[in-house]
């Protein structure tokens, strides 16, 4: 450090210095026991969010044969929201409690209170007792599988964290056991034996993970708190708000009507079931791709490229859709690229919030997607036209809610732009303040970014580190 250095410069060197043999990269084994991790977390991403997406083939059914009378569309709408926003909006408790419990413990409340939820939804009568049941009750039992499994993969992988974050939620790409499996059961026995199939199914995949995840908090020991002050004082965390508040508000959105979508162009509910099984064929198939790319690249760069190549999707393929052959073709490689989100948020937050406070990153987080989760298939519902009278489907009625999608997507690029610019800005403090070794710290939330120095690392591409 030269003399012209400022002392405030040495002095968070002397504090970073002294945390890095607390932060040390060889506590980070990048594999070993972590790859039994690594399946025990796609377990979980197959029994929680791909069983969720499954509620696609439930809302096509509700809404085509007036399930529950008197029941509007924007009731099934809410359902489908509150199963996405009832739990992830307990983050910051549900991380408090793992930290105040264990890992374990959290896991097996969430793996019963699931298949209760579940299975009461499949005897619901009225559509309160489903709003709690397929809704609120299985939201939360979902999110404190779901949740607290996410901050354990980066204690097990550093180089190749990316790859990990992609196989683990391949996982949820599993849905298409839901959309094509649980539509023949519904088909066959109707919609309550499709539930409990399911209840079934999702329990026994969650118990072998449940055998299989070990956390490494005695190694690295991560603050469990509800809320951090350093976090919420942080520019990036509002920028990773705003970019999983976008993609989800998209995600969710064409996730939840790519069955009705295709039921609107004349096809069946088993045709419909199909498509959207496609966007899990394409998860499942292309997501440990992604994290690939993610570990070439540095996970912000390779999603703003796959992100612009989803809102160019929307535009240029879904819009103007009118066959079967189309939407399937669609459904597969949005399927393959919209749910990038799951692959690297856990690696973009670690690099933000460092390995000890991600945990309480991931909570800020979750709330965001809570929120946008629960609104999305409301906004989809709502922007779907009525076909004309006498008609019983038009090709156009989803034409809104595909702008809406392609324009969320679209705003999702440009906050990973300005993140990308503010950690290739934090990196170069860092060399500086660190002597050129990188570490997931959360020292560096202590870092302070100059904007305009921002504003000139947009366009830079010569990294010191990866972003």
């Not at 109707?190 to 055998?211: E, H, P």
């Amino acid at each position: 450090m030269s003399d012209s250095t400022p002392m405030k410069s040495k002095e968070l060197e002397v504090v970073n210095v002294e945390s890095v043999s607390k932060d040390n990269p060889h506590q980070v084994p990048d594999g070993g026991y972590g790859w039994f991790v690594v399946i025990g977390c796609f377990l979980f991403n197959l029994s929680t969010w791909g069983a969720n997406s499954g509620y696609a083939i439930y809302l096509a059914h509700y809404l085509a044969d007036d399930t529950f009378h008197g029941a509007s569309k924007i009731d099934y709408a809410i359902i489908g929201g509150l199963s996405f926003a009832s739990g992830t909006v307990l983050a910051p408790l549900i991380n408090y409690l793992v930290g105040v419990t264990n890992l374990t413990f959290v896991l097996v409340l969430g793996w019963i209170i699931q298949f209760i939820a579940v299975m009461l939804a499949s005897w619901a009568t009225k559509l309160w007792q489903l709003f709690l049941t397929q809704g609120v009750l299985f939201g939360i039992g979902m999110a404190l599988v779901a949740l607290s499994n996410v901050n354990v993969l980066p204690q097990w992988f550093k180089r190749k964290r990316n790859l990990a974050g992609g196989i683990a939620a391949a996982g949820s790409g599993g849905g298409v056991i839901f959309n094509v499996g649980m539509q023949d059961v519904m088909n066959k026995h109707g919609y309550q034996w499709a539930l409990r199939a399911q209840a079934i199914i999702c329990a026994s995949l969650s118990f072998v993970g449940i055998c299989l995840v070990r956390s490494r908090n005695k190694h690295i020991k991560p603050v469990y708190r509800v809320s951090d002050k350093q976090v919420w004082s942080c520019f990036g965390t509002y920028m990773l708000i705003l970019w999983t508040m976008t993609t989800m508000l998209g995600y969710v959105t064409l996730m939840y009507n790519l069955a009705d979508f295709t039921r609107s162009l004349g096809y069946s509910a088993s045709q419909g079931s199909v498509v959207s099984a496609m966007v899990a064929v394409g998860a499942c198939a292309f997501r440990p791709l992604t994290g690939l790319v993610g570990d070439i690249l540095g996970p912000v760069s390779a999603t703003i490229l796959i992100h612009t190549f989803v809102f160019t999707l929307v535009f240029a393929m879904w819009i103007p859709t009118r066959n079967y052959a189309t939407a399937v073709a669609f459904a597969l490689m949005v399927g393959a690229t919209m749910g990038t989100v799951w692959v690297v948020m856990a690696g973009i937050a670690t690099r933000v919030f460092g390995l000890k406070k991600v945990g309480v990153g991931l909570a800020a987080l979750w709330i965001a997607i809570g929120v946008s989760g629960f609104c999305s298939p409301i906004i989809g519902i709502s922007l779907k036209s009525d076909p004309p009278n006498g008609a019983e489907t038009d090709p156009t009625q989803y034409v809104n809610p595909a702008i809406f999608v392609g324009f969320m997507y679209f705003a999702s690029v440009l906050s990973l732009i300005i993140l990308r610019a503010w950690l290739i800005t934090r990196d170069e403090i860092s060399v500086e303040v660190h002597g050129g070794h990188f570490e997931d710290s959360a020292d560096d939330l202590l870092l302070r970014v100059p904007p305009l120095q921002c504003i000139r690392n947009i366009c830079r591409f010569r990294l010191p580190r990866k972003v």
